[in-house]
T-cell receptor
Framework: GAVVSQHPSWVICKSGTSVKIECRSLDFQATTMFWYRQFPKQSLMLMATSNEGSKATYEQGVEKDKFLINHASLTLSTLTVTSAHPEDSSFYIC??????????????FGPGTRLTVL | LAKTTQPISMDSYEGQEVNITCSHNNIATNDYITWYQQFPSQGPRFIIQGYKTKVTNEVASLFIPADRKSSTLSLPRVSLSDTAVYYCLVDNYGQNFVFGPGTRLSVLP
């Protein structure tokens, strides 16, 4: 149980184009989904938190107009990198939490998406 | 947010027990302790979670003293495939995950 998938697993795009990454919780309903970015040899950095049906909350320093997050259903969240540039090249990882009240809820992570912007 | 401190790296040999300790002096009453494992170019994988005393599952044990200011992840009889980065996180309701640098475990033959 608690499987999270991401698609695509890797993508290469030209500078200036937009790229959409999907994150799905396959066997549970995720009230909250998180998006992280990880550069080589570094730790994960939280970009934003999204709750189903509401606007995402972005971490300080993350451009919300550049990284568009949509959490339209309890099993799907998307991250769109708009007008991508080479410095956006990174490993993007999503996670999902069932968000049951009364106790902490573990985040389950997707396999990640490697974005390379040429 | 409870900040965590772990050793940056550890080396071990196959078949040995590995203990990775994490300090979280400012842990709050409602915080749980969660450990993740991450291989290169993969998302973190949940290992174990606990609140106090000892928790054991099929892959690891988690020891938490009474003051909860630290925790120790114990991996019994490690193999080469356990070479990875291990992250300790503390948070309340899975909402405030802040990843530190983690511990890079290298298992040698």
């Amino acid at each position: 149980g608690a499987v999270v998938s991401q698609h695509p697993s890797w993508v290469i795009c030209k500078s200036g184009t937009s790229v959409k990454i999907e994150c799905r919780s396959l066997d549970f309903q995720a009230t909250t989904m998180f998006w992280y970015r990880q550069f080589p040899k570094q730790s994960l950095m939280l970009m934003a938190t999204s709750n189903e049906g509401s606007k995402a909350t972005y971490e300080q320093g993350v451009e919300k107009d550049k990284f568009l997050i949509n959490h339209a259903s309890l099993t799907l969240s998307t991250l769109t990198v708009t007008s991508a540039h080479p410095e956006d090249s990174s490993f993007y990882i999503c996670s999902a939490s069932a968000g049951t009240s009364g106790r902490t809820d573990t985040q389950y992570f997707g396999p990640g998406t490697r974005l390379t912007v040429l | 947010l409870a900040k965590t401190t772990q050793p940056i790296s550890m080396d071990s040999y196959e078949g040995q027990e590995v203990n990775i300790t994490c300090s979280h002096n400012n842990i709050a009453t409602n915080d749980y302790i969660t450990w993740y494992q991450q291989f290169p170019s993969q998302g973190p994988r949940f290992i174990i979670q606990g609140y106090k005393t000892k928790v054991t599952n099929e892959v690891a044990s988690l020891f938490i003293p009474a003051d909860r200011k630290s925790s120790t992840l114990s991996l019994p009889r490690v193999s080469l495939s356990d070479t990875a980065v291990y992250y300790c996180l503390v948070d309340n309701y899975g909402q405030n995950f802040v990843f530190g640098p983690g511990t890079r475990l290298s298992v040698l033959p």
